[in-house]
């Protein structure tokens, strides 16, 4: 008995000494020691008036001595893209102060249980939403997941790389649906139009000189939004003739009819209006 209550007055000084050490300094404390001295912080924390100078130290405080719940769950993700493991431990953390916040000691649950979904729910929307180069529904994006997963065990299975068919027996979907996963995971990361062509990054030969064509359209949609200003400076009659005539494409004879003149006059009109245009258009 004697010996039972020594061992536990030596527990409660240790864990005392930790707490003080934790108030002090909370990235100091141990992953191991983390759990028993939240809940003497959540219980402080419970006591402090939202706000206040001293409950924004003791939230901090947790969330320092918590961090290593963040690296436990960004470690389970550092596989899985492009991302730098630093972004997503950020993104991780917002997960941790999220369950902190949330969190009640009357749940009698542990934190550590509570906060990891939080946390891997944060890094997870994280990726579905920003890993991507080019936007893919979500449906699509978790079918790549699953690909990527059976495409792995396929291969190290058969000792080749799967087909389409085997895919789609092993992820029960059908060869269609595999086909429309493969070609959503091109999505997933983009390649610079300016990224060298072979093996050798110095190369003079980019990827843009094989992609797409010099769209000529492109200075007509120009001329057309240089146009419209020197549109909006016609009188209201001239901006009439020239609706009826290039938006209606009515006869010049027709024109004349609804202006009460001669299909003469008309073309007249038409030829300095659109002199008139051509001169603003060639002006800076």
Not at 139 to 166: F, H, N, V
Not at 203 to 212: I, M, N, R
Not at 249 to 275: D, N, P, W
Request: proline fraction near 2%.
């Amino acid at each position: 008995m004697v010996t039972v209550a020594v061992g536990e007055r030596t527990q409660a000084h240790r864990v005392e000494k930790v707490a003080h050490r934790a108030y002090v300094a909370p990235s100091s404390v141990a992953p191991k020691d983390a759990r028993a001295i939240s809940r003497r912080f959540f219980d402080r924390l419970g006591e402090l008036e939202e706000g206040t100078h001293e409950y924004q130290y003791v939230r901090n405080c947790l969330i320092e001595m918590n961090l290593s719940l963040v690296q436990y769950a960004a470690s389970r993700f550092k596989h899985r893209g492009v991302q730098e493991m630093e972004d997503i431990v950020q993104v991780g953390t917002i997960g941790l102060i999220k369950a902190i916040d949330r969190f009640e000691l009357s749940r009698e649950v542990e934190f550590t249980s509570f906060a990891v979904p939080y946390i891997t729910g944060e890094i997870k929307r994280f990726f579905r939403d920003t890993s991507w180069a080019v936007h893919v529904p979500r449906r699509l994006q978790e079918a790549r997941i699953e690909l990527s997963k059976a495409t792995e065990e396929l291969r190290t299975r058969l000792g080749r790389t799967p087909s389409t068919a085997e895919l789609a027996e092993l992820m029960q979907l059908t060869p269609a649906e595999v086909a429309e996963a493969q070609r959503a995971s091109n999505g997933y990361a983009s390649v610079s139009l300016d990224a060298a062509i072979g093996k050798d990054d110095e190369s003079d030969t980019a990827l843009a000189d094989f992609v797409g064509v010099e769209e000529e359209r492109f200075e007509l949609v120009d001329n057309f939004h240089s146009l419209a200003p020197l549109i909006a400076e016609l009188d209201e009659r001239d901006r009439q003739v020239i609706h009826m005539r290039f938006v209606e494409e009515r006869t010049q004879t027709q024109i004349g009819e609804i202006l009460g003149c001669s299909q003469m006059h008309v073309s007249r009109l038409i030829t300095k209006i659109i002199a008139k245009l051509r001169t603003g258009l060639t002006t800076d």
